[in-house]
């Protein structure tokens, strides 16, 4: 994947953005609402904790390989001796010469990952003869440049395709979790909003039915009386049962989020029944608008879309690779001689070389159609992810449209229950009709309100689906997005 630095880049600007979210929310004042929670879970939660380090890891796994690849030598000490000995008969003598050498140096290389070589090395040549000995310090530079299509950085590139797909996985499988995560928070957060909003209809149950057994009309009636109170002791049980089921919602939601405390002060009730209601902007967009937003901000895709760059490189890289073409220059100076023999001037030497090598085809040939193979790979995994936005925006919109038509059945069926219940309670105490009647019309009251509290709960789970289709978590991390941009346009060492 294209330069690690920058997806660490990435994964340090998300954590940042997030530190500072928390540094300025302290958890005994933490709010919590449908938004918060994509910071807060992205800070809070253990799991998407280890994800993170999961990516770190695969990163400086990949970092280390491309690093050994592409080496900085600080230091290179080199010693050698050797002798050379010539020997030659004069008359009927055998005369002998010997030269003994030696050589102490000191230099520094740098190898980078297309196979370009610099090195420069600095020390001090000793020669030792019948006539003395002298010794010469020298200086010598080497430098060696692929000149077109070099065949080593192919062989690199394809030979860190195991550390790039386990970093590329790495990331996939953390965008998800981290997608899931948010969204079985936000989940548990609605399913605590529909366990407020039941307690408060039941709430309204028992205060409506409370006023009534204070009515004259009906304690003059003892059976009446006792009908209403065995109602009330019935709505009662419910709404110890729903306090029940509101404290589990609450450590449901602390758990999905990852917080150590979690109080029902902390948590923004929803005006569920708002005409200006959560995800309205979503049902006021073109759908075709939409799911190019959606594109846009889906950070797998932008990730894949990488992937498939470095491969397209590898492919080029491997139809240029026919041939390798190697340039070599090299250069030294040797200082004045100092010893015995005075002789030995200062001088230096340089050397211009390219050599050309033919490649084997049967190799390249394999490289190209894994290239192939791989590009392919993750075009059909982009469109495969663009084909599953562009069905679940549709779907989910649909939903959606469906859903609020629903609910504004049901808000006008609430209305119109409401008033046939207030005119049996008027009836009643006016004498005009029974208790069983007016019973009957709040507990359907009741039911129509408590089927509108779950279609607005299943309203807003449709809205929880297209936050995540939509990328608008990542678009919430701010920053995330632009380091996303800059790492398309990065160069692969």
Not at 17 to 22: H, L, S, Y
Not at 102 to 131: M, N, Y
Not at 385 to 391: E, V
Request: a negative charge; charged letters at 25%.
């Amino acid at each position: 994947m294209r330069n690690p630095p920058i997806l660490r880049s990435l994964l340090a600007t998300l954590t940042l953005a997030a530190a500072a979210f928390a540094a300025n929310q302290p958890a005994s004042t933490v709010l919590v609402d449908a938004r918060s929670i994509v910071n807060l879970v992205f800070e809070h939660n253990l799991e998407i904790a280890a994800e993170r380090y999961n990516v770190e890891s695969a990163e400086l796994q990949f970092e280390r390989f491309v690093r050994s690849q592409s080496q900085f030598i600080p230091l290179i000490a080199e010693t050698g001796a050797g002798q050379v000995a010539e020997s030659e008969l004069v008359g009927g003598r055998r005369l002998e010469e010997r030269e003994r050498s030696g050589t102490v140096s000191l230099g520094i290389e740098k190898e980078f990952f297309d196979g370009t070589t610099i090195g420069a090395r600095s020390g001090l040549r000793t020669t030792e003869d019948d006539f003395g000995r002298d010794s010469n310090p020298f200086v010598e530079l080497g430098l060696r440049i692929p000149l077109f299509a070099s065949f080593t950085r192919l062989e690199r590139i394809t030979e860190r395709t195991f550390e790039e797909s386990e970093m590329l996985e790495a990331w996939l499988d953390f965008i998800e979790r981290l997608r899931d995560a948010i969204n079985e928070s936000q989940l548990a957060y609605f399913d605590l909003q529909e366990d407020l909003g039941r307690r408060t209809l039941i709430g309204g149950v028992i205060h409506d039915l409370q006023l009534l057994t204070q009515e004259p009309h009906l304690t003059s009636r003892p059976g009446d009386l006792a009908q209403v109170q065995a109602q009330l002791q019935s709505y009662q049980s419910d709404y110890i049962q729903a306090e029940g089921n509101l404290d589990s919602a609450r450590i449901g939601l602390l758990d999905n989020i990852g917080l150590e405390t979690l109080t029902l002060d902390q948590v923004l009730t929803v005006d569920l029944y708002a005409e200006d209601f959560y995800g309205a902007h979503y049902l006021e967009k073109d759908v075709p608008i939409l799911i190019d937003e959606a594109v846009r901000n889906d950070v797998e895709i932008r990730v894949l879309e990488i992937a498939r760059k470095n491969e397209e490189l590898k492919k080029d890289l491997a139809i240029k690779g026919r041939w390798d073409i190697i340039g070599r220059l090299a250069g030294g100076y040797d200082f004045a001689s100092r010893g015995a023999n005075r002789a030995r001037p200062a001088g230096y030497s340089a050397g211009l070389s390219v050599s050309v090598q033919r490649n084997d085809p049967k190799l390249l040939a394999i490289s190209l159609r894994q290239s192939d193979a791989e590009i392919r790979k993750y075009g059909a995994q982009i469109a495969h992810r663009q084909r599953q936005l562009h069905n679940e925006i549709r779907r989910n919109l649909l939903q959606a449209v469906n859903a609020r038509t629903f609910i504004r059945e049901l808000m006008s069926g609430r209305v119109l229950r409401r008033g046939v219940y207030e005119q049996k309670r008027a009836d009643y105490l006016a004498g005009n009709d029974t208790i069983d009647n007016l019973i009957e019309a709040r507990s359907q009251l009741h039911n129509v309100e408590d089927d509108l509290i779950e279609e607005l709960i299943e309203f807003y789970e449709i809205i929880i689906d297209l936050d995540e289709a939509t990328g608008q978590y990542f678009v919430q991390l701010g920053d995330a997005v632009q380091q996303f941009d800059r790492m398309s346009t990065a160069t692969v060492p």
